[in-house]
T-cell receptor
Framework: DAGVIQSPRHEVTEMGQEVTLRCKPI?????LFWYRQTMMRGLELLIY????????DSGMPEDRFSAKMPNASFSTLKIQPSEPRDSAVYFC?????????????FGPGTRLTVL | QQQVKQSPQSLIVQKGGIPIINCAYE??????FPWYQQFPGKGPALLIA?????SEKKEGRFTISFNKSAKQFSLHIMDSQPGDSATYFC????????????FGPGTRLSVLP
């Protein structure tokens, strides 16, 4: 398996623009997570899905952020409009419930820079 | 109650040293305690994990020590190598329906040659 796939790997945009981050989880996994990582705040859980249904979005910072999972093999995280403080590395992770230690498999991340 | 406290924030050791990273939790409902390792430019990856019914687990040079009564656990890296330089996250998970879990803030480890 190729692991969790994220695109793009790097994104540079200007304040006010819409940004869409994409994730393909590992085939067969039933949970998908979106995280944001910064030096100041560490690794923050934004939202997670179970069987394509959002379960907990309490970590989503504000209404500018939205996430969807239209099917088991694809999820998006959208920021509209983007702001400089959104600059961070965004990770997607997936797991299969009941697997050993519910191990989460992380993607390589998308480094977002908002100018 | 959902927090995991982790210390130190950063750590520098010489090659061959034994860095120790400590974590503490509040919620006794957590069922297992993994450590994730993250190299620069990569996503975190599971390194080692322990359940609270044992006090120690070893995998190669990595050891988790677990103190259930104190609600603390720690990661020890024996004979540390420059290749161990990474950020280490402790975490606490509940093994029930759903995904109740929390990650610590991370420790940046540098092992000098």
């Amino acid at each position: 398996d190729a692991g969790v796939i994220q695109s793009p790997r790097h994104e540079v945009t200007e304040m006010g623009q819409e940004v869409t981050l994409r994730c393909k989880p590992i085939s067969g996994h039933d949970y998908l997570f979106w995280y944001r990582q910064t030096m100041m705040r560490g690794l923050e859980l934004l939202i997670y899905f179970n069987n394509n249904v959002p379960i907990d979005d309490s970590g989503m910072p504000e209404d500018r952020f939205s996430a969807k999972m239209p099917n088991a093999s694809f999820s998006t995280l959208k920021i509209q409009p983007s702001e400089p403080r959104d600059s961070a590395v965004y990770f997607c992770a997936s797991t299969l419930a009941g697997s050993s230690y519910n191990e989460q498999f992380f993607g390589p991340g998308t480094r977002l820079t908002v100018l | 109650q959902q927090q995991v406290k982790q210390s130190p924030q950063s750590l520098i050791v010489q090659k061959g040293g034994i860095p120790i990273i400590n974590c503490a939790y509040e919620n006794t409902a957590f069922d297992y305690f993994p450590w994730y390792q993250q190299f620069p430019g990569k996503g975190p990856a599971l390194l080692i994990a322990i359940r609270p019914d044992v006090s120690e687990k070893k995998e190669g040079r990595f050891t988790i020590s677990f103190n259930k009564s104190a609600k603390q656990f720690s990661l020890h890296i024996m004979d540390s190598q420059p290749g161990d330089s990474a950020t280490y996250f402790c975490a606490a998970f509940r093994d029930n329906y759903g995904q109740n879990f929390v990650f610590g803030p991370g420790t940046r480890l540098s092992v000098l040659p």
